[in-house]
């Protein structure tokens, strides 16, 4: 999943700096529709991601039933927090 193609999937343009307000909602709320839906691991793993990074990120344990999976979005959580205080 290339992150650009994520964006412009959801939002119609891969810089979100032109995202209208309205737009950026209903983008948000098709991810999270596809999140549930997403059988593979990686995918569900790289949508919750850029759900993360949009702020609106859903619950760990209601996300993912894998330890691992949690544990990784954990490792995930702690990166971005670190990239954000530099």
Known sequence: ???DDQLRRYFGTA???KVHAEAMGAGIERMR???GLEKD???RFALWAVLY???THLDLETAFKD???RNSARDFMDLMD???DN
Do not use: H
Request: proline residues 0%.
């Open 15 to 17: 810089d979100l700096t």
């Open 67 to 69: 330890e691992a999976d």
């Open 33 to 35: 529709v596809d999140f």
């Open 41 to 43: 691991r990686g995918r």
């Open 53 to 55: 990074m949009l702020g």
């Open 1 to 3: 999943m290339d992150f």
């Open 82 to 84: 670190r990239t954000q």
